[in-house]
């Protein structure tokens, strides 16, 4: 059976690598962006390709239903949507800042799930992957909007695979570490700036505390997502599955 595939944030960095992986695979992949630019330059490698914001429950809606008409069908969501949020101890962090952080890494995934669940519910089967953080299982000090969000999105994968599982649909959450590419590198030179550092000292502690002492490869997460829609993980569910090299702590 052909992998239909549904991916937010799929012009750019993880969420792009993970849609030219699921196509390279023989997947039909629908993407969708707020990145106007970044869309219309790959929308030719994909069966559908939209600017969305994933805060805007309606304009989800349209996206998903125009995706299922272009794929014939749909049979796995990636909700890889998500903003670093701001870098800053949480009494600095500005009441907008905490709310874009949570609008976009938490209730975009609700928005993108409330529209897809009801299609997955009625074919009986489908695969749901969250993607959350090695911050929704550890704490991650001057970044308290994220690593709330992303505790979030451990506590929604643990209920809708409750909730989904006897529907023959599985939902897991893959949580990565330090992952290569421009927005860990804004990352990096916000924490350098803010604690007085230099960016090449503020990679160096990044990856102090991971037992594998390197960040990841964003392959490496394309890869590990396209096993959990692969039918030999049709029995794995409700999981939370780390892909950081064990980050021993994020202090």
Same mark, same amino acid.
């Given at each position: 059976?052909?992998?239909?595939?549904?991916?937010?944030?799929?012009?750019?960095?993880?969420?792009?690598?993970?849609?030219?992986?699921?196509?390279?695979?023989?997947?039909?992949?629908?993407?969708?962006?707020?990145?106007?630019?970044?869309?219309?330059?790959?929308?030719?490698?994909?069966?559908?390709?939209?600017?969305?914001?994933?805060?805007?429950?309606?304009?989800?809606? @349209?996206?998903?239903? !125009?995706?299922?008409?272009?794929?014939?069908? @749909?049979?796995?969501?990636?909700?890889?949507?998500?903003?670093?949020? %701001?870098?800053?101890?949480?009494?600095?962090?500005?009441?907008?800042?905490?709310?874009? /952080?949570?609008?976009?890494?938490?209730?975009?995934?609700? /928005?993108?799930?409330?529209?897809?669940?009801?299609?997955?519910?009625?074919?009986?089967?489908?695969?749901?992957?969250?993607?959350?953080?090695?911050?929704?299982?550890?704490?991650? %000090?001057?970044?308290?909007?994220?690593?709330?969000?992303?505790?979030?999105?451990?506590?929604?994968?643990?209920? @809708?695979?409750? !909730?989904?599982?006897?529907?023959?649909?599985?939902?897991?959450?893959?949580?990565?570490?330090?992952?290569?590419?421009?927005?860990?590198?804004?990352?990096?030179?916000?924490?350098?700036?803010?604690?007085?550092?230099?960016?090449? !000292?503020?990679?160096?502690?990044?990856?102090?505390?991971?037992?594998?002492?390197?960040?990841?490869?964003?392959?490496?997460?394309? !890869?590990?997502?396209?096993?959990?829609?692969?039918?030999?993980?049709?029995?794995?569910?409700?999981?939370?599955?780390?892909?950081?090299?064990?980050?021993?702590?994020?202090?």
């Amino acid at each position: 059976m052909t992998q239909r595939v549904i991916i937010t944030a799929g012009a750019g960095g993880i969420g792009l690598n993970m849609a030219r992986h699921f196509t390279a695979q023989g997947a039909a992949v629908a993407i969708c962006d707020v990145d106007e630019a970044s869309v219309a330059f790959v929308a030719d490698e994909f069966a559908f390709a939209e600017v969305c914001d994933v805060r805007d429950a309606h304009t989800v809606e @349209l996206f998903v239903a !125009e995706s299922i008409k272009r794929m014939g069908g @749909l049979t796995t969501v990636v909700a890889n949507a998500g903003t670093a949020g %701001p870098t800053a101890n949480l009494e600095d962090v500005s009441p907008d800042d905490w709310s874009e /952080t949570i609008a976009v890494n938490l209730t975009g995934q609700y /928005t993108l799930l409330r529209a897809t669940i009801p299609h997955l519910k009625a074919q009986n089967h489908g695969t749901v992957i969250l993607m959350s953080s090695a911050a929704g299982r550890l704490g991650l %000090p001057m970044r308290s909007p994220y690593a709330a969000a992303k505790w979030g999105v451990v506590g929604l994968k643990e209920t @809708l695979a409750m !909730e989904l599982g006897p529907c023959g649909i599985s939902v897991n959450a893959i949580l990565p570490g330090s992952v290569s590419g421009p927005r860990m590198d804004a990352v990096l030179s916000d924490k350098a700036s803010a604690v007085n550092i230099s960016v090449d !000292e503020a990679r160096r502690t990044e990856v102090a505390n991971v037992s594998m002492q390197r960040m990841i490869d964003p392959q490496e997460i394309s !890869e590990l997502a396209w096993f959990l829609a692969s039918p030999a993980a049709r029995s794995i569910s409700g999981q939370s599955v780390g892909l950081c090299g064990n980050f021993e702590t994020l202090r």
